[in-house]
């Protein structure tokens, strides 16, 4: 079946430092990847996407690279800020509007 | 782009009562769905709400535990039947307009 895992958390840093949130996945076929951000007392807004192998998702400085060879999707960002304290999940669609979401990680940013 | 309200945002409720979730859209949308967030744990799909048609349900998901209305292509609504303290969890409605899956703010759900 499919799954996502997320590296556990929560993850703590400072601002201005370097963030890699790992997320690894098992799908049949080729699935688009996700990385959703739910902010403090908001709802689950989609951060970024990529839909087929070697693509970059990007949005609000966060990156996220298809690998197909490792399956992965790793998150990064080279400059964190105090604002970007989510929780962060990834996901994968193997079919249409159904997605299959990794556990989250809770980030937390300090001035 | 798609905004989605639920209401509820939060109930309490004892168990062995049911509790209705209303979903409402912004727009006309083809796809709706119901997604289950327990806690400390991830998003679960329990179900798609299809128009005209009963809903399609996710392994482990019964229609009589958790029946769902479409009546249109704005509005549906998630009942959560004959509840248990196992069932306290945020309820999210979801729908896909173009390529972009939205999620509404959730109604949280406690049981006691």
């Known amino acids: 079946g499919n799954s996502v895992t997320q590296m556990e958390g929560p993850v703590t840093l400072s601002e201005e430092a370097f963030l890699t949130i790992n997320c690894t996945y098992t799908?049949?076929?080729?699935?688009?990847l996700f990385w959703y951000v739910q902010y403090p007392g908001e709802g689950l807004q989609l951060l970024l996407k990529?839909?087929?192998?070697?693509d970059k998702g990007s949005n609000k400085g966060f990156e996220a690279t298809y690998r197909k060879e490792t399956t992965s999707f790793h998150l990064e960002k080279g400059s964190v800020q105090v604002s970007d304290s989510a929780v962060y999940f990834c996901?994968?669609?193997?079919?249409?509007?159904?997605?299959?979401f990794g556990q989250g990680t809770i980030l937390t940013v300090h001035p | 782009s798609a905004v989605i309200s639920q209401k509820p945002s939060r109930d309490i409720c004892q168990r062995g009562t049911s509790l209705t979730i209303q979903c409402q859209v912004d727009?006309?949308?083809?796809?709706m769905f119901w997604y289950r967030q327990q806690p400390g744990q991830s998003l679960t799909l329990i179900a798609t709400?299809?128009?005209?048609?009963?809903?399609?349900?996710e392994s482990g998901f019964v229609i009589d535990k958790f029946p769902i209305s479409r009546p249109n292509l704005t509005f549906s609504t998630l009942t959560v039947s004959n509840m248990s303290p196992e069932d306290s969890s945020i309820y999210l409605c979801?729908?896909?307009?173009?390529?972009?899956?939205?999620f509404g703010p959730g109604t949280r759900l406690t049981v006691l």
């Open positions: 709400a299809n128009q005209g048609s009963e809903a399609t349900y």
């Open positions: 979801s729908v896909l307009s173009g390529d972009t899956q939205y």
């Open positions: 990529a839909t087929k192998a070697d």
């Open positions: 799908a049949t076929g080729y699935p688009s």
């Open positions: 996901a994968l669609s193997p079919d249409i509007g159904k997605l299959t």
């Open positions: 727009s006309q949308v083809t796809m």
